[in-house]
Every structure is written in structure tokens, then in C-alpha cells.
């Protein structure tokens, strides 16, 4: 049996990688990535590694998240040390947790690396502290995008008096 | 003129570190830091930075914001590069906003570097993903703890069916 690193990668910005990001991309025979992830970071991989692009192409099938999960699953249990890059961070939005299910389930080694999550960078980007003092005492992150039904409570919303972040990413 | 770097750290875990911070620690003539960050972080450090513990100890006066603000203004005025470690992610509470805007109005050059918010870390640490696709569609991370009022009003809260974090690092 191999592991598998669910790997958050942070915003885009290569240098917002976390060097546990860095030591597991190394570590790792597979790779999984899609779109949302700067490139450059798959230098960090073994000359030998597989890559293997899971994100969508205009024209070209592109892989549901079960096909996601089963090349996981199959790799692992070959014995390979797979990585599964994931923009910002794996929990926050990006279906980090169905993933880490499906390896729960099955009885895969495995371990989610935190990293610096889009929804709070791309505010410091554009100059606005995610909480500020006597200003604003929360912050909350939405999707904004979703194969199901979207449930949001505006009018609760409304009355946090926080910052809110509505995430497009999914 | 100077240049001040607010960074964030992360959780605790060193590896958790961005190559970004590491850079900008490298380069920093000065550093202040706090309780709430791994002191191995130190270690990358240049030999002669002056190294300034700027937490909370049992008996001992500590530094009010308004001493750090002007350590920091007062050191960038020397020329130094300074910079100023937070635990998590600098703008996810911890002040980071008033740092900002007291070096904005200083006129001094400065940089916030995202870092790895402890309020998201520590859920995956306990094993719980942020947000699950059907299950919880929102994340909101509040302030557990304030010098001044929390408006915090829970029957809103209660709507989002949605993650609450408490965080009570301030």
C-alpha cells in the first residue's frame, strides 16, 4: 500500500508553497493536478514522476471527480506515494474532503497538508485585511458555484457585520 | 527608508512555513516576534538580525501594540528591513491590519505575506474538512475573544448552516 497527500498549494503564487508542500511533491511517483495550480510547482517532482492533469480543456473530456478518486485509489494500491495538488487550500472548498473519504474508506494511508487558502490571499492582494479591529470582527467564505443547490441565508449574512468572501473556484 | 514584511507563519508546524516568509526572514535586519510562533522559525534568520520577543510573559511588562507599531516605524526609518512574525495568517485577526495602516501612513514600504491560517490548520489537524460538498456550503471564522465588544449575533450564525470557528488567539 502507498500514501497520498491531499496537498493544498496556496493561491498561485509559487512561493506561497509550504516547504511540507514541497518535501511531499518530492517525495511522491504520481501527481495529480488541475488548472487551478501555478505549474512551475511541479518542478519540485522526480524526474521519473507521473503527471497526470485532471482539469478541464475546452473541447476534450475531462475527468469527474469519482475518475479522480479511483486513479487515487488504484495508484495507491499499487504502492505508489501519490500527490494530489489541490489550489489554496484542500478543505476550503475543492473537494478535499470527499477525497479524503473515499481513502478513509478504503483503509489508504493518507494526509492533508494545509495551505494558505485563495479565499483569504486574494483580499491581501487586493489591500483588505480579512478582519480588522472594531471593524470587522468575522470573516465568512461561501462558495459561490455549486453542482447542487446553493443555500445562502442573506438575510443572516447581512446581520454578521464580518467580511465576506464569496469563492468561485469550485 | 526601510521596508517592513508582515508575515504569517502558519500554526505552528515549521514545515508549514511558505518560501516567501523564509525569504523575507532571511532578509530582515530586525525581527519581531510573539508567543504564538514556532521559534525554530528563527533559525533562518541572518546571524547578526536583532532578534525582539515581543509576547505576553507571566510577570513581566509586555509590549502594547502601540510600542510595536513604533519599534517597527522606528527601525524601517533606520533603513532596516523588519520583519514582523504572526502565528497563522497576518490579516486573520492577530492586528495585522493596524500594522498596515500605521505603516501606510508613515509613508514606509511594506509587504503582507499570506500565510497558513491556524483557524483553518487546526480543523485539519482534528480531521475536519472546512467545508464538505452537501454538508456545510460556508466557513465563518470569528473572534472568540476582544479588548473591546463582540457583536457576535447568534441567531444569524445558527441560519448559515454552515463551519464556525472560535478562534481565541488575539
Not at 521519473?48 to 475518475?67: N, P, R, S, V
Request: hydrophobic share 40%; glycine share 12%; aromatic share 8%.
Amino acid at each position: 500500500m502507498g500514501k497520498v497527500y491531499l496537498i493544498g498549494v496556496g493561491p498561485g503564487d509559487e512561493e506561497l508553497l509550504t516547504l511540507k508542500a514541497i518535501r511531499a511533491i518530492k517525495e511522491a511517483d504520481v501527481i495529480l493536478y488541475d488548472k487551478l495550480i501555478n505549474v512551475n510547482i511541479l518542478n519540485y517532482s522526480k524526474e521519473d514522476a507521473k503527471l497526470i492533469f485532471c482539469g478541464k480543456e475546452a473541447g476534450k473530456h475531462y475527468k469527474t471527480q469519482e475518475e479522480i478518486n479511483d486513479l487515487i485509489v488504484m495508484n495507491a494500491k499499487k504502492g505508489k506515494i501519490v500527490a494530489r495538488l489541490k489550489g489554496g487550500d484542500p478543505y476550503v472548498f475543492g473537494r478535499g474532503g470527499e477525497e479524503a473519504i473515499r481513502l478513509y474508506n478504503e483503509g489508504i494511508e493518507f494526509e492533508v497538508i494545509s495551505g494558505v487558502t485563495s479565499a483569504i490571499a486574494a483580499l491581501n492582494y487586493a489591500g483588505i485585511p480579512a478582519t480588522f479591529r472594531g471593524v470587522s470582527q468575522s470573516i465568512t467564505i461561501l462558495t459561490a458555484k455549486s453542482e447542487g443547490e446553493l443555500k445562502i441565508d442573506y438575510e443572516a449574512l447581512s446581520k454578521l457585520n464580518g467580511t465576506l468572501v464569496f469563492d468561485g473556484t469550485v
